[in-house]
Structures are given as C-alpha cells and as structure tokens.
C-alpha cells in the first residue's frame, strides 16, 4: 500500500509539472506566433513543370542559389519569388537567403524532379486565343457555323492544329493571331531552337527571275512568347514578347503599327473594281492604321463567304504590333505571277515546313527592344505580320497547321 501511495505522491508531482511545462509552451505560442516561410523543405515535381516558390517573409534583399558539386553556388535569381523550372530530372539543392539587419534567414530545399506520369506530348495541345483580322479565307478555316461563339471558333482551332492534326488555321490580313501551348511548358534549352511552327509557305518551282532569292508563297507570321508567370495556366496577367527574327532590327521595320478594320454593314452594295474582274468589291472591308495610310480588305471572285469574323460583335478591329516590309514582287509584270520572297528567319509560315529549323526562346524582346532572359515559355502567339495585297492571291495571312516542342523526342503513335 504504502509503494503504491508513494507512487501516487510521485506521479502527481510529475504530472504537474509537466502540465506547468506545457502551460510554459503555450503562453509561448500565444505571445510569439509561429509563421511559416512558406516555402517546404522538399519539392517533388515533374520534369517541365514549372513551381512557384513564394516566401512568406520580407528582407532587405534575396537570393536564389543552385548548389553544386565542388563548384562555387550559382545565383539563380535575386527576386523574392522564384519560379523553379527543370528540363531535366534529378536532384536539385536550393538556398534562399535573405538579407536582413534584423531577421536573416537561410533556407535549403530539396527539389525532386521525376519523370511526368504520362509522356509528354511534343505536339500543340491547346489553344487559348483566335482573333483572326479579316480575309478571304476566315471563317472558313476553321469553318464557322450559325451560332459559333468565340469560344466555339477557339476549339475549332484547336482541333485544326493540335497533336498531328494538321489542319490549316488562316489568321486573316495584319494583325490577325492566335495563340497556343503544349501540355508542359517549353524549356529554352541554352544555344537551342526551341519550338517549331508549321504552316503552308511554299517555293516556286518556276520564277521567271532565275537570280532571285527563295520565294513562292511566303506569309511571314510574328511569334511571340509568354511565360505563365502567375502559374495560373492562362495568358492573363503576363507580358508577352516578341521573338526578334531577321527583319526585327531593320530600318524598314515599323514597331508599334496599329490598324482598325471596319465592319461593313450587312446590306452593303459592293464595288466591282473596273480593271480587276476578279475583285467584286473594293470597298469592302476599310482599314486605316495609325501611319496615316487606309485601304480595304478586297473581295474577290474565288471566296464569297463574309471576310469579317462573324462571332466577333464588335463593329471595330484593332491589332497593334510590329509590321514588317512588304516581301510580294510581281515577276511577271502583268499582276499574273506574284512571288511572296522569304524572310531570314524567325517567321511562321515564311519557309517551307522542312526548311524550319524553328525558333529561340533566347530571341525574345520586350516592347522596347530589350533582350528578355525567359525559363521557358507556356504560351506562343502568332499574328500575320504583313498589310499586304498581291492582286488574284488576294491579302497576305499567315497559317498555321501545328507545332513542336524540339526537345521532346516524337514517339511512334505520338499524339
Ligand atoms: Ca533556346
Ligand atoms: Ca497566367
Ligand atoms: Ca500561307
């Protein structure tokens, strides 16, 4: 009796002071709040697949540091947030620091980056935009259909481009684009092209000019790129750039080229033009950019279907970017034979598809020319980047019928 007692005594006493100790803990807690960084200690994600690093903490200054082996860290960024990235997997081990006279902190984190669950596709899975300007062939690829809503013309698109559809998406006079992604985000790869664009340029087999430079059907599309830096899977809040090609540093070149294109009224008589047979009406459709130049989208005789896209409401089309020197020459003198010559390079629909050799990331530019050094990019734009007309050919429009990532291998029955 008396053991069991004792031990009675004992554990009350043990027990209160443990609940003193613990009572300690908590006034602890209440007076000093524990805040977390924000950021875990271990990250398992797939390759190509982009993580928001967010710390919850502010200082004077950052830094982001790759570690290593027996080589001195590299600084990956000194921006607060960071957005990790991997081509490749592996195991990546990060320090953040940041610099402050009165709350330092380190901090390492693990990234795991594996291989994805289902392989990659290397072709175009989604569209997110289709805002063609007016031409001969919209609304025709793809096909609108009474009660299409801009949504509707955007799946349509999607179908004509993604995986090894290959169907041809026509983006209408200046201005008009689109823009897509694939099912992870494109790596720019170091001294590496990229992506790859298809369309349906093509040379002439026979022009009359022997000396001249490849051409035939050229249809220079600007690409740009975005990187989805809010990581919420859509083109919203991000800047877009252009990817520099050929023709970007030019004198020629017109940076800032803004055109509206007017609705024409659906009771509209048409003008036949006298010499042209072919056009039916030269009025149809007015432009007017913001060079102090107007014309018209013609209609002619081979497409009668409306120029203007039809699910657009609005009365007015504006597009705004850089427009590049006419490339049309008409060889025969006649207006019968029109050659569209190619650009250098960096133009969608410029070459023939087997002659791309694709596009850089490391091309990108922001809207004042200045080099911009992307990840990757989530999302690609393109926009016919010519206010042109070449007689029976009808206006310049770029088209595309797909795309590539380069650096994801293309799998027997890839899709
Ligand atoms: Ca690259
Ligand atoms: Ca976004
Ligand atoms: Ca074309």
Not at 359 to 364: D, K, L, M, Q, V
Request: hydrophobic residues 35%; charged residues 20%; negative net charge.
């Amino acid at each position: 009796m008396k053991i069991i007692f004792e031990h009675t005594k004992k554990t009350t006493l043990i027990l209160g002071i443990i609940s003193a100790f613990l009572f300690l803990i908590s006034c602890d807690e209440t007076e000093i709040p524990l805040v977390s960084l924000g950021i875990e200690n271990v990250y398992i994600i797939p390759r190509m697949q982009a993580q928001g690093l967010y710390p919850a903490f502010t200082g004077e200054r950052y830094e982001w540091r790759l570690s290593r082996k027996e080589k001195k860290d590299s600084i990956l960024s000194t921006e607060k947030n960071y957005i990790f990235l991997a081509q490749d997997t592996g195991k990546y081990h990060l320090i953040f620091e940041i610099f402050d006279s009165n709350n330092p902190l380190i901090h390492e984190l693990d990234m795991h980056v594996v291989n994805e669950q289902v392989a990659y596709s290397p072709y175009i899975h989604k569209v997110y935009e289709y805002k063609p300007a007016p031409g001969q062939f919209v609304n025709c690829l793809p096909e609108y259909v009474l009660g299409d809503t801009e949504n509707d013309m955007i799946v349509k698109t999607q179908e004509s481009i993604s995986g090894t559809n290959q169907v041809l998406v026509s983006l209408g006079a200046y201005g008009g684009y689109l823009s897509f992604g694939f099912d992870h985000t494109v790596i720019n790869v170091k001294g590496e092209s990229d992506f790859s664009i298809d369309g349906n340029a093509f040379y002439a087999a026979s022009n009359p000019n022997p000396d001249a430079p490849k051409g035939g059907s050229s249809e220079p599309g600007i690409v740009m790129v975005a990187f989805d830096k809010n990581q919420n899977g859509k083109p919203d809040e991000e800047e877009w750039y252009e990817l520099a090609g050929s023709e970007y540093y030019k004198t020629e070149t017109i940076k800032k080229y803004k055109i509206k294109y007017i609705k024409p009224e659906p009771d509209k008589i048409p003008t036949p033009d006298p010499y042209y047979s072919f056009i039916t009406d030269s009025s149809y459709i007015a432009w007017e950019t913001n060079q102090g130049t107007k014309g018209h989208v013609y209609k002619n005789k081979f497409h009668n279907q409306p120029y203007y896209p039809l699910w657009i409401e609005s009365d007015e089309l504006v597009f705004e970017g850089t427009k590049l020197l006419n490339n049309a020459f008409d060889e025969a003198g006649d207006g019968s034979y029109f050659v569209q010559y190619s650009y250098g390079f960096g133009y969608a629909d410029n070459k023939p598809n087997k002659f791309n050799v694709g596009f850089n990331i490391e091309w990108a530019v922001d809207k004042n020319g200045n080099h911009v050094d992307l990840p990757g990019a989530d999302f690609i734009r393109v926009y016919t980047s010519l206010n042109q007309y070449c007689g029976w050919l009808g206006e310049t429009s770029t088209e595309i019928s797909g795309g590539r990532d380069l650096h994801i291998p293309i799998l027997p029955f890839a899709h």
